[in-house]
């Protein structure tokens, strides 16, 4: 089972004049899973770099039911498709497990990355050692999202 | 041409710390883009209730090329490529006209939308008369994004 | 002791391009945390009025140190200097309390605020209830920020 | 009269679940406000570094009426009131200029800055180019907000 767990804390400013949290601030949620499995929880300096030096190439994202503020965080399921040459996919479920263990989901999406030299503005290829930080993580597609 | 456009003022703090307006905002942007045509541009009535009664079901964000702040807007396409029962579709170009006449793209996006009742937190079908508000707007999929 | 602590998350897009949680981020985290204050662990029915239908009359924010993203959350101590008919004032405090006791600031701050009757739009006189659940979070300014 | 005129453009995600524009927003307004006067108008160079190279001290916001969302932008007037050796004091209003020549305003602010060396982490004294391009706004306090 390779998939990062992160227990995203809504913010009552999530929620726009409607009272859901607004779909632009579900992108983010994904954002800070990201961040969160590729700088504080991968091992030193692979991850650092992948967590902040990477660029978005595109996202999908599916919302499948409505989520309001409470002061309960909800999980956000991160992992990894598919690594390339120069870009990785990760896959997101955004979700409550309810007390009967079953899964309520509010949101599931992807997102293609590359790793991206910000001080010369392009992309570049994905390092031996990112690529087995990313293969902690990694579950190819078709059994989640 | 059914395009309706957009510009897009930029904030200073749409861009993050790695000096790019970030992926997350650029979201932001097809929300403003959507409310100002069907809000503000629309016709009375038919229009207000789309722009501001409506729920994503589906994102697909594809970022062509990062954007940096400055003082200028930049612009926002929007059309609709699909109406149905329950949801319609729409689609999204960020760019610049450059003075060549050249389209420098940052963004390519579509989004799945339907109408939705707060109330009672329930979608809901489309109206005739919105039917025809978003008919001015259609382009269907295959020219554009 | 009267404060009220709430253990702020903060977010990597908190930051802004110079590296440093935007100064509009801050105020941004003062608002969660009174909302926590009186939403979340205040007795039913009057926080729960207070956290979310009040407008703000007045902010002084005073910015004491930079603070950077980290996993980790940021104390934010709130607490009430001030009960008036139609007014309450907040004193905040956001700090890291170091391993041998220490306190380092990041920010002081207050702020005071209203009831407000959003269907009307108008401010309203605090109700008795009001009184004492903010009374409970009560410490006279002279002795805080 | 050395007020800079700022049109902010207003977003609909401004709006907080209560409808109005938050009060967090409105910050962000003088923060785009000062960009725009700073980086936009102020001439080369002396400008820019004040712009983006500031640490914001102190802000001091009252909040006069609640503002919500509208296609049209709401002037932010922008000047300064004090030129100290390494800090200087910005006052601000937001407002619209009515038909008939009345001033409705929304917020009035002031924030004390200091420039800052971010690669040091530290602030550092105004330079006499920049004194000329902040005097070019001076306005003392006393007859503004």
Redesign the interface.
Same mark, same amino acid.
């Given at each position: 089972m390779a998939r990062h767990i992160y227990d995203c /804390?809504l913010?009552?400013?999530d929620?726009?004049?409607?009272? $859901?949290v607004?779909?632009?601030?579900y992108?983010?949620y994904l954002? &800070?899973a990201r961040?969160?499995m590729l700088?504080?929880h991968a091992p030193a300096q692979g991850g650092e770099e992948l967590a &902040?030096?990477v660029?978005?190439?595109? $996202? &999908?994202? &599916?919302?499948v039911r /409505?989520l309001v503020?409470r /002061?309960e965080p909800v999980r956000v399921e991160s992992w990894v498709t598919q690594i390339r040459a120069a870009t990785f996919t990760m896959a997101y479920e955004v979700l409550d497990e309810l007390p009967d263990g079953d899964r309520r989901v509010y949101l599931r999406a992807n997102s293609v990355l590359t790793p991206y030299v910000?001080s010369q503005?392009r992309p570049r290829r994905i390092t031996a050692e990112e690529r087995d930080v990313l293969g902690r993580f990694l579950e190819p597609a078709g059994e989640g999202a």
């Open positions: /804390p913010r009552w400013a929620m726009d004049s409607l009272g $859901h607004n779909n632009v601030v992108v983010d954002q &800070e961040v969160d700088r504080v &902040e030096g660029v978005v190439v595109r $996202h &999908e994202v &599916e919302f /409505p503020f /002061p910000f503005e």
